[in-house]
C-alpha cells in the first residue's frame, strides 16, 4: 500500500510542475506579447483601395507633437518618396465625434500608391534613422488613452463626378 501512496505522490508532483511550467509559459508568451514595440518593429502599413482615410485620436495636449511628427514624416517623404506625398494630406477636425475631448487628425490620401508602406516608423526610419526612437514613442505617445486610437478606411471609388 505504501508504494501507492508514493505513486500517487509523484503523479500529484509531476502533474503539478507541469501546470507551474504551463502557466510560465504562458506568461512568457503574453509578455511578449504586451511588451511597447520599438519603431524598428512596426508592421507594415500599406491600403488597399483606390483611396484611404485613416482617422487618427490624439490627446488635446499633444496636438502641437504630433503635429510636429507630421511635419518631420512631410521631410522624410521628400527624401524619397515623392509618389506617396504627392496624394497625401493631413487635416484636423474641428469637432470630436469620439465625445472625449479628443483631436481628431485624418490622413487622406488619394490616389494610395499601391503597394507603398505608410507606416510612420518605417519612413521616418529611412530619412531620420538617429531620431527615429524619440519621434516615435512621441508620436505614440500622442494618441488618446481610450480603446480607438485610428481608425483605417479603405475607399473604392464607385463614380467621379468631376471627370
Same mark, same amino acid.
Given at each position: 500500500m505504501?508504494?501507492?501512496?508514493?505513486?500517487?505522490?509523484?503523479?500529484? @508532483? !509531476?502533474?503539478?510542475?507541469? %501546470?507551474?511550467?504551463?502557466?510560465?509559459?504562458?506568461? #512568457?508568451a503574453?509578455?511578449?506579447?504586451?511588451?511597447?514595440?520599438? =519603431?524598428?518593429? @512596426?508592421?507594415?502599413?500599406t491600403?488597399?483601395?483606390d483611396? %484611404?482615410?485613416?482617422?487618427?485620436f490624439?490627446?488635446?495636449s *499633444? $496636438?502641437?507633437?504630433f503635429?510636429?511628427?507630421?511635419e518631420?514624416?512631410?521631410t522624410?517623404? +521628400? $527624401?524619397?518618396?515623392?509618389s @506617396? %506625398?504627392?496624394?497625401?494630406? #493631413?487635416?484636423?477636425?474641428?469637432?470630436?465625434?469620439?465625445?472625449g475631448?479628443? !483631436?481628431? &487628425? #485624418?490622413?487622406?490620401?488619394? /490616389? !494610395?500608391?499601391?503597394?507603398? +508602406? &505608410?507606416? #510612420?516608423?518605417t519612413?521616418?526610419? *529611412? %530619412?531620420? /534613422?538617429? *531620431?527615429?526612437? =524619440?519621434? &516615435?514613442?512621441t &508620436?505614440n505617445?500622442?494618441y488618446? +488613452? =481610450?480603446?480607438?486610437?485610428?481608425?483605417?478606411?479603405?475607399? @473604392?471609388? !464607385?463614380? +467621379?463626378?468631376?471627370?
Open positions: 505504501r508504494w501507492f501512496e508514493n505513486l500517487m505522490s509523484s503523479r500529484r @508532483q !509531476v502533474f503539478t510542475g507541469c %501546470a507551474l511550467i504551463a502557466a510560465l509559459l504562458v506568461g #512568457v503574453l509578455g511578449m506579447a504586451l511588451t511597447a514595440p520599438t =519603431a524598428e518593429a @512596426q508592421a507594415t502599413r491600403f488597399s483601395g483611396a %484611404a482615410l485613416m482617422f487618427h490624439v490627446k488635446p *499633444e $496636438s502641437s507633437a503635429e510636429g511628427v507630421m518631420k514624416l512631410d522624410a517623404l +521628400d $527624401s524619397g518618396r515623392q @506617396q %506625398a504627392r496624394g497625401w494630406k #493631413v487635416f484636423r477636425a474641428d469637432n470630436d465625434i469620439t465625445g475631448g479628443n !483631436v481628431m &487628425y #485624418v490622413w487622406a490620401i488619394d /490616389p !494610395v500608391d499601391s503597394g507603398a +508602406d &505608410y507606416a #510612420v516608423s519612413i521616418l526610419n *529611412e %530619412a531620420l /534613422p538617429e *531620431e527615429v526612437q =524619440a519621434l &516615435y514613442e &508620436y505617445g500622442s488618446t +488613452d =481610450a480603446q480607438l486610437k485610428q481608425l483605417l478606411l479603405n475607399l @473604392q471609388l !464607385v463614380r +467621379d463626378f468631376g471627370r
